[in-house]
């Protein structure tokens, strides 16, 4: 049972860096009732487990927890309202959500949503690797969940799948969690990261990286035993594990673009919108992972302001920013 609808001015759909910059800018100036939902328990999206370096600046470097802390202070010293345990089910209108929360179910009105809901790696099943559904099989995000947030064991022998920036963030949590990386494997004919982080890897942490290569099979029931590789010449071999961890790979978090029914960029798959960010349907925009799933935080966080100006611009009309803007972290 739901009471009656409750209303805000925004309504933002998800805790990340791109809806949390997005609040931190709108609540500024103290006009609009901005309040942001998000499904975990704790705000900051996905670089609240992230606790390798990475995000900042060079002159200003973070882990992913300290950038998240900074973004949710902007927020809530703005005057947001930021509400976690709080997943937004399905549209009840045009322009208000169906929520789920500590509370129960709720419905909350807005003049204007953001969705800022982020981007998630592809999983195993979408990916159409063969064999057995053992346990002990990750991805990036889930596997610094449960090492960073949760301190739960992972297994003792690991592969990870993908060379790129995200899947060496996945080999350091290997690392911090005390287990040992057997390979990583690509498909490509090189690593996708710098060339500094990649010689890095193979010289002081001697990783294993099989280019040219693919994860056709996961074998072992109960917990993972290993995993069947091909390389590109045909030759195939087993690596014993008993973790996995496929990375990158991103897909946009479009359950509630696509819900609504709001169209959707053939490309990415999240969803369409225009020069202000502003979506198929009217009051409704989006920013951030959502629309570039693999993009760095910080170009989550700069659309996050952008989107900000475009609804304020929407409730108030143009040039409506006169407030002092709070300094966010790039
Ligand atoms: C493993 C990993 C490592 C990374 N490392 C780096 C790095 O070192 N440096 C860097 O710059 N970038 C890194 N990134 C990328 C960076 O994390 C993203 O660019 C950034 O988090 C995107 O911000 P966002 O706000 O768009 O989405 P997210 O951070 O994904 O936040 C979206 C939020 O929306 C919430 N949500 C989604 N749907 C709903 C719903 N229906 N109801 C309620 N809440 C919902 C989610 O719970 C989530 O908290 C990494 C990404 C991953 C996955």
Redesign the pocket.
């Known amino acids: 049972m739901t009471g009656p609808p409750r209303d805000v001015d925004v309504l933002i759909?998800?805790?990340?860096?791109?809806?949390l910059a997005a609040a931190a800018r709108l609540a500024a100036p103290g006009v609009a009732r901005v309040e942001v939902?998000?499904?975990?328990q704790q705000a900051g999206?996905?670089?609240r487990h992230?606790h390798?370096g990475?995000?900042g600046t060079w002159t200003h470097p973070l882990t992913?927890p300290a950038y998240a802390r900074l973004l949710l202070g902007a927020a809530v010293r703005a005057g947001a309202v930021v509400r976690t345990g709080?997943?937004?089910l399905d549209w009840a209108g045009p322009l208000a959500l169906n929520t789920l929360g500590p509370h129960g179910l709720e419905t909350i009105r807005a003049a204007a949503v953001v969705l800022?809901?982020?981007?998630r790696?592809r999983p195993r099943a979408a990916r159409l690797v063969s064999g057995t559904r053992p346990d002990g099989v990750y991805t990036?995000?889930e596997l610094?969940q449960a090492v960073h947030l949760y301190r739960q064991r992972i297994g003792t022998r690991v592969v990870v799948v993908g060379a790129e920036?995200?899947s060496y963030?996945a080999a350091d949590t290997v690392r911090a969690a005390g287990a040992e990386l057997v390979a990583m494997v690509t498909e490509l004919d090189r690593s996708q990261t710098t060339t500094a982080r990649a010689q890095y890897a193979r010289l002081r942490h001697r990783v294993p990286l099989l280019t040219d290569t693919t994860v056709t099979e996961l074998l072992g029931h109960g917990r993972l035993s290993g995993v069947r590789v091909r390389h590109r010449d045909g030759r195939t071999v087993q690596l014993a594990c008993d973790t996995v961890v496929f990375t990158g790979d991103f897909v946009p978090?479009h359950?509630?673009a696509r819900r609504g029914g709001l169209d959707l960029a053939p490309d990415t798959r999240g969803p369409a919108v225009d020069g202000t960010l502003h979506t198929s349907r009217p009051g409704v925009f989006a920013a951030?992972?959502?629309l570039h799933p693999g993009?760095?935080?910080?170009?989550?966080t700069r659309e996050g302001s952008q989107v900000a100006t475009a609804v304020r611009e929407l409730l108030e009309g143009p040039r409506s920013f006169h407030g002092k803007r709070p300094d966010l972290p790039q």
Request: charged letters at 20%; one cysteine or more; hydrophobic letters at 40%.
């Open positions: 759909v998800g805790a990340g860096p791109a809806g939902l998000d499904r975990e999206g996905v670089p992230c390798h990475g995000f992913g709080v997943t937004a800022a809901t982020g981007a790696e990036t995000g610094q920036d995200v963030a978090d359950e509630l951030g992972g959502v993009e760095r935080a910080a170009t989550a």
